[in-house]
């Protein structure tokens, strides 16, 4: 655990002081603020537009942390090697690749709940109160802690490009499997539909992370809702983070 701890301090750290990280930052601070000249632009309640459009970007925050700031971090020290010197010292392999979920996770977390405060104060100015926004940024936790594994999966055996692609390419698929499972309905092929929904089924399904009309309309989720979306962040995280640690051990380095 020791291990585990001081590669999560160094690989936060490192991420905090990264230009692109901060860039990053203060962009989603910009298209946050953007979000209160879109609301005077659009018909309808603008409070509405500013959480949508708000959780919008915290979303897309994680997902250029996670791609573009933590995978390539981990990419760059197996690629200069410098992961020889860290593994020498009594630090396992799989350590160091769970001391590098954690350090990136952090990141995410510390930008998520700084953009759920802004999002609620920005809300709050115009005199309404939507406490769902806190909730929905922890269920993007969850999710950037599965794409984080994911991330470091796919970096631990191919280069840091091709990385972010299959990580980006996860992520939209994953996203879509809600989509893929209506769209076997429609096929005529008993075969082919018995074929499509398997696939849908085998896919990990991230509308489990997705609260984002529930919060914007006020509508209730069901306590269940809850459990379930835990179960199944803490079966899907577990699951890639032994099959990144797997990967990472059977890599020469």
């Known amino acids: 655990m020791k291990g585990i701890k001081i590669i999560a301090s160094v690989t936060f750290?490192?991420?905090?002081?990264?230009?692109?990280?901060?860039?990053?930052?203060?962009?989603?601070?910009?298209?946050?603020?953007?979000?209160?000249f879109l609301s005077m632009l659009v018909i309808g309640d603008p409070t509405k537009v500013i959480a949508d459009f708000g959780m919008g970007v915290m979303s897309l925050l994680g997902i250029l942390i996670v791609i573009f700031v933590g995978g390539p971090s981990f990419s760059k020290e197996l690629q200069k090697r410098t992961v020889?010197?860290?593994?020498?010292?009594?630090?396992?392999?799989?350590?160091?690749?769970?001391?590098?979920?954690?350090?990136?996770?952090?990141?995410?977390f510390v930008n998520l709940?700084?953009?759920?405060?802004?999002?609620?104060?920005?809300?709050?100015a115009k005199g309404v109160m939507i406490w769902g926004i806190f909730v929905q940024a922890f269920l993007l936790f969850l999710e950037m802690g599965i794409?984080?594994?994911?991330?470091l999966m796919f970096s631990s055996f191919t280069t840091?490009?091709?990385?972010?692609?299959?990580?980006?390419?996860?992520?939209?698929?994953?996203?879509?499997?809600?989509?893929?499972?209506?769209?076997?309905?429609?096929?005529?092929?008993?075969?082919?539909?018995?074929?499509?929904?398997?696939?849908?089924?085998?896919?990990?399904?991230?509308?489990?992370?997705?609260?984002?009309?529930?919060?914007?309309?006020g509508l209730n989720v069901p306590p269940l809702f809850y459990c379930k979306s835990f179960v199944y962040f803490l079966a899907l995280i577990i699951f890639f983070t032994i099959l990144a640690v797997w990967v990472f051990k059977k890599k020469e380095i």
């Open 147 to 151: 794409l984080t594994a994911v991330d």
């Open 84 to 108: 020889i010197s860290v593994l020498s010292k009594p630090i396992s392999r799989e350590e160091f690749l769970v001391g590098k979920l954690f350090g990136i996770w952090s990141n995410v």
């Open 160 to 217: 840091s490009f091709l990385a972010m692609l299959f990580t980006l390419s996860f992520y939209v698929v994953v996203h879509l499997t809600t989509t893929i499972e209506k769209a076997s309905q429609s096929l005529s092929s008993p075969i082919s539909k018995a074929v499509v929904r398997y696939i849908a089924y085998l896919l990990p399904n991230f509308d489990y992370f997705n609260l984002k009309n529930q919060v914007v309309y």
């Open 113 to 124: 709940l700084a953009m759920a405060v802004l999002l609620f104060l920005l809300i709050l």
């Open 13 to 36: 750290r490192e991420g905090i002081r990264d230009r692109i990280y901060l860039i990053f930052f203060f962009f989603a601070i910009i298209l946050l603020l953007f979000s209160l």
